[in-house]
């Protein structure tokens, strides 16, 4: 079994890769660590970085998950070849693009492409963002899954993920006490569905909501509260289409916790307990 760490990076294709670094900076509200002309290195937490956006095909979406040191990288390496997913090492030139000391990577059974990461960068400096969004780190992924089951059975099978609640047939997955690091919604697509940063507060969702309001960004959902890990919440729209979400107040599950799932009907109000009606097309009903 891969025991996943943590969730480490984004990494996603752009168009226009100087619209996305303003939108990441100025309203998002992430520090741009490093630029070169292929690729723009964003900062949310003490990490060297979480987000890239990288001149490439627009829907290549990539997932980084860090694994506790090398020997674990290259275990898990060879669980997932003895399955069936084949594996790419990384190239030298390739973990020194990511910032790690090793990486493989693999296509997940719905199609976006995950890396397993050994010791990837950390950073001596501050966190120093160019908006105060109060955001504290990144936090989680939503997955389009071609098939809930078979993905449900690859993320708990294959990587010791466990089920903390469905909504309908979207399993919400945990790796560590954190409610949910990846959460898995049907769609005909895959990559990633929606992105989210920690803020520290409900002061942070609504300063956040009324400033992205004036600024003319799309709000897709919210501001709302989820039944489901209790978290606070406002989704909205960023380049590309993708989903950006903030959240505060994320419920924990301790790991000897008798904790077990609850399954939620398909409908808003499993989405969101203060009746905020989504516009994002996986969580309509
Ligand atoms: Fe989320």
């Known amino acids: 079994m891969i025991a996943l760490y943590d969730i480490r990076y984004v990494r996603m294709g752009t168009p226009d890769l100087d619209h996305a670094v303003n939108f990441a900076t100025r309203v998002l509200g992430l520090e741009l660590a490093a630029r070169d002309t292929q ?4 900062r ?3 990490r060297d970085h979480t987000l890239v956006y990288l001149d490439a095909p627009v829907h290549d979406h990539t997932v980084g998950f860090e694994v506790k040191n090398p020997a674990e990288l290259d275990k898990a390496a060879g669980e997932l070849e003895a399955a069936g997913f084949p594996v790419h090492a990384g190239t030298p030139s390739e973990c020194e693009q990511r910032r790690v000391r090793a990486f493989v990577s693999f296509r997940e059974p719905s199609g976006a492409t ?3 990461i050994a010791q990837p960068w950390h950073s001596g400096r501050p966190c ?7 955001i504290t780190g990144f936090s989680h992924v939503g997955l389009y899954t071609t098939s809930p089951s078979r993905d449900q059975a690859f993320w708990t099978g294959m990587c010791g993920a466990k089920v903390s609640d469905w909504i309908g047939d979207a399993p919400l997955l945990r790796i560590d006490e954190v409610h949910h690091k990846i959460a898995l919604f049907p769609s005909t697509r895959h990559g990633v569905q929606h992105i989210n940063h920690q803020v520290t507060g409900v002061d942070d969702i609504m300063r956040s909501y009324y400033f992205l309001r004036e600024q003319g960004v799309p709000i897709r959902f919210g501001p709302g509260r989820h039944p489901t890990s209790y978290a606070t ?10 989903t950006y979400e903030y959240s505060t107040g994320v419920r924990l599950i301790p790991e000897d916790s008798d904790y077990r799932p609850r399954q939620f009907p398909f409908r808003p109000s ?5 009746g905020s009606k989504p516009d994002i097309p996986e969580f309509k009903t």
């Open 39 to 42: 690729a723009a290195y964003l």
């Open 44 to 46: 949310s937490d003490d």
């Open 114 to 116: 995950i890396d397993l």
């Open 128 to 134: 120093f963002p160019s908006r105060p969004a109060g």
């Open 233 to 242: 919440f406002l989704y909205f729209e960023g380049p590309d289409g993708m």
């Open 270 to 274: 499993s989405f969101c307990m203060w």
